[in-house]
């Protein structure tokens, strides 16, 4: 049992020199110059004249403090752990010995998904995230996979933290659902799930086929970041028809009796955007004008075009992209993406929001894929 100890104490001194270089590449040194400036700030009543800028400035003061107080959280515990096994190691405290190697794994885990945030340095990695969900051809098998993936991705959402708002939901004609928009709120929401942008495969025996035939479908998911810089975004009266309907819920509940839900289509891209969940139709056509904009600004990002006026042309495929992952039930269990190879066999856990093993090994394939560019 000693030569466990040994070991344990070993690998966690060992992880002093990682953690400390995590530390630089988080850039917490700047983090706290940066909550300091923004905290002087508010010590200003002018400060408090512009409610907006104000909250967006809490809100980034709260993220520096959480990002430091969790890095400073990490090094403590490390430093616990190794107090821990001296002593252990000290008295032969064999009893101590299962505590120590499981602090040892889970503080490992931790730095390991500290090491991977490091990863998120895209231009819109930190911001909120937009995401839409719309089921294949198919008809229900194909409405009720898209119900699936958005469970699974609010289901990851629930288990990181992250606030999840649905903007709008269409039923499906007997299970599942036609389309849904979630916005995701939360540091790094978009640079984490930018990795469920595209299309993915569904194969099982359909459970709507009486004759228990295998099916394959199809559904995507359209991630996009949540701009900022919206303003340059121009979209003319004359460039969308604003067509206003009753809202729905999921499962069918009524949201609200009026014709408050708000739909949008930009007849130069034929891109449709809908909110049904605010309290008043003004307040949907704002939302729905924000998403309009943002997918204009991503495409304009994207083909890196000058003018949103130069997007032209029936947008509407866009979100099918390349089919990024395949899901299988029958006649064996198997999620496998197509990009990073990266896979797992316990499909009804990845359904259920087990999705950070995917996540990681996207940003760890894009990372590299960027360093071999440059």
């Known amino acids: 049992m000693i030569v466990a100890l040994e070991e344990a104490k070993q690998k966690l001194v060992a992880l002093r020199a990682p953690i400390k270089e995590l530390g630089a590449a988080l850039r917490l040194e700047e983090t706290r110059d940066k909550v300091k400036e923004m905290e002087s700030r508010t010590q200003d009543p002018a400060f408090w004249n512009n409610t907006a800028e104000s909250s967006k400035v809490l809100q980034a003061i709260k993220q520096g403090q959480d990002k430091i107080t969790a890095y400073d959280k990490l090094c403590a515990r490390l430093e616990d752990a190794i107090t821990l096994a001296e002593m252990a190691i000290e008295e032969n405290d064999e009893d101590s010995v299962e505590e120590i190697q499981t602090e040892l794994k889970e503080i490992s885990e931790e730095a390991e998904n500290k090491r991977i945030?490091?990863?998120?340095?895209?231009?819109?990695?930190?911001?909120?995230?937009i995401i839409s969900f719309h089921p294949g051809a198919g008809g229900t098998e194909a409405q009720d996979w898209c119900q699936m993936l958005y469970r699974m991705i609010t289901r990851w959402c629930d288990r990181h933290g992250f606030k999840y708002k649905l903007t709008d939901w269409l039923d499906g004609d007997e299970a599942g659902l036609k389309a849904a928009t979630i916005f995701v709120e939360g540091?790094?929401?978009?640079?984490?799930?930018?990795?469920e942008n595209g299309v993915h495969r569904l194969v099982r025996v359909s459970p709507f086929?009486?004759?228990?035939?295998?099916?394959?479908?199809f559904a995507s998911i359209e991630v996009m970041p949540e701009f900022q810089e919206l303003d340059e975004v121009v979209v003319r009266d004359e460039d969308y028809d604003f067509i206003a309907f009753h809202s729905s819920?999921?499962?069918?509940?009524?949201?609200?009796?009026?014709?408050?839900?708000?739909?949008?289509?930009?007849?130069?891209t034929g891109i449709v955007v809908a909110c049904q969940t605010e309290r008043s139709q003004l307040q949907n056509k704002e939302t729905a004008m924000r998403m309009l904009k943002?997918?204009?600004?991503?495409?304009?990002?994207?083909?890196?075009?000058?003018?949103?006026?130069?997007i032209q042309g029936n947008?509407?495929?866009?979100?099918?992209?390349?089919?990024?992952?395949?899901?299988?039930?029958m006649p064996y269990t198997l999620v496998k993406d197509t990009r990073t190879g990266y896979e797992e066999g316990n499909v009804n856990a990845v359904m259920d929001g087990n999705i950070d093993g995917f996540i990681n090994a996207y940003l760890k394939y894009i990372s590299a894929d960027n360093a071999e560019n440059k």
């Open 249 to 268: 819920g999921a499962g069918g509940q009524n949201i609200n009796k009026v014709s408050s839900a708000v739909r949008l289509i930009h007849k130069p």
């Open 117 to 129: 945030e490091t990863l998120l340095c895209g231009q819109y990695d930190r911001n909120n995230a």
């Open 294 to 310: 943002a997918k204009l600004m991503e495409i304009k990002i994207r083909e890196r075009l000058d003018t949103i006026e130069e």
């Open 209 to 217: 086929d009486a004759a228990g035939r295998r099916h394959t479908s």
């Open 315 to 329: 947008k509407t495929n866009i979100e099918w992209g390349a089919q990024i992952r395949s899901y299988v039930f």
């Open 187 to 195: 540091e790094n929401a978009y640079g984490y799930l930018k990795s």
